[in-house]
């Protein structure tokens, strides 16, 4: 999908900012994690890594353990960092957010709704049931990133983000008003809106793929499994809200690609996992949306200096330079014993990294 606007002046040809960050990130683990981690490593600085393996990654030991698989995944030459969070549960204690903080290594806990999204068997069923937890993530700042989806089944797949906002992260943050959150790969303008009224202390990430297409991408034309992922692609009105959230210069947006890989024959097949996988070209696909939308000024913002500012962290100090450029995306990578089928499989993207610096 397309969202082209007026731009004052003609687009570059070549683009240099601040190396990104990717704020939401799914690695998996074995031989997947091997096969992924290099792409997001090549392009960015740091990812915050979620923690929803099988089993999930619910102590700072289990973490560090994590960390490690993935820092050997990066190569011993790479800067990459990756951001360890920790699984929250009904039963996760107020101490291991102490152990969390003290270990350096956890940058935040991930909140699950139970039965939200891919291996979430294990979250949330009732948020009352974290409020011990929760107030120790307060006291001590560390941020709670939030899958933003009421899972109930009288609930329509399309309004379960709405629903959240209503029936539980209103009722949330009035509780915990001091709590850092992050609405995690928002969906729709109630989402943006929602992030731009609230505090300072709540922000949100958002996906390449929810800023260029939306639900006829999945559907029209026969199902594309491919392109399911959760939330769900929503309407263009919806997308459009996003693009706009996305180049609005507010520091509350920033760039998280929710890369979630899933063999083919986990997607191709009659229940599908969700996912999309684009950390293959994770900054190439924001610029495209960016481009899109006559704001390539301020993708820099966006993806590389939001984020760091919300963390209370620096940016990164060097930088990457983007040409417009042409090129066909691959039709599978391997991953692991099967291929992942990565987002315009076969088709191109018009933007490519071609320098780190």
């Avoid at 009105?237 to 063999?263: C, Q, W």
Wanted: glycine share 6%; net charge negative; hydrophobic share 40%.
């Amino acid at each position: 999908m397309s969202n082209k606007q007026n731009s004052p002046s003609a687009s570059p040809s070549h683009l240099s900012i601040i190396r990104p960050d990717d704020w939401h990130l799914h690695v998996r683990d074995n031989e997947g994690l091997k096969a992924v981690v290099p792409f997001t490593a090549k392009q960015c600085g740091r990812a915050i890594i979620m923690p929803n393996l099988t089993p999930p990654v619910t102590t700072t030991d289990q973490a560090r353990v994590y960390q490690q698989a993935i820092l050997d995944a990066a190569g011993k030459q790479s800067s990459f960092q990756p951001l360890m969070t920790l699984y929250l549960t009904d039963s996760t204690p107020a101490q291991e957010i102490q152990t969390a903080m003290e270990s350096g290594i956890i940058s935040a806990v991930k909140l699950y709704p139970a039965g939200a999204t891919t291996n979430s068997d294990a979250g949330v069923t009732d948020i009352r049931k974290c409020y011990q937890t929760l107030e120790m993530m307060q006291k001590l700042g560390l941020p709670l990133l939030v899958h933003g989806e009421v899972t109930s089944h009288d609930i329509d797949i399309f309004d379960r983000e709405k629903q959240f906002i209503d029936q539980r992260l209103e009722s949330l943050i009035k509780d915990f008003p001091e709590l850092k959150v992050v609405f995690e790969h928002i969906t729709t303008a109630d989402a943006a809106n929602f992030v731009i009224e609230s505090s300072p202390n709540i922000a949100a990430t958002i996906t390449a793929h929810h800023l260029l297409m939306n639900r006829n991408d999945m559907l029209v034309g026969g199902i594309k499994p491919h392109h399911y992922c959760l939330p769900v692609l929503k309407r263009e009105t919806h997308r459009k809200a996003l693009v706009k959230a996305a180049i609005s210069g507010n520091n509350k947006f920033f760039m998280g690609t929710d890369s979630a890989p899933h063999s083919k024959h986990n997607k191709e097949t009659a229940c599908g996992c969700a996912g999309m996988f684009t950390a293959f070209a994770a900054i190439e696909l924001y610029a495209e949306a960016f481009d899109e939308a006559g704001a390539l000024d301020k993708l820099e913002q966006f993806s590389s200096l939001n984020g760091p500012l919300f963390y209370g962290l620096d940016a990164n100090s060097d930088k990457i330079t983007l040409r417009r450029e042409e090129w066909t995306v691959p039709d599978s990578y391997q991953f692991g014993d099967d291929v992942v089928i990565p987002l315009r499989a076969g088709q191109t993207i018009n933007w490519k990294l071609v320098s780190e610096s």
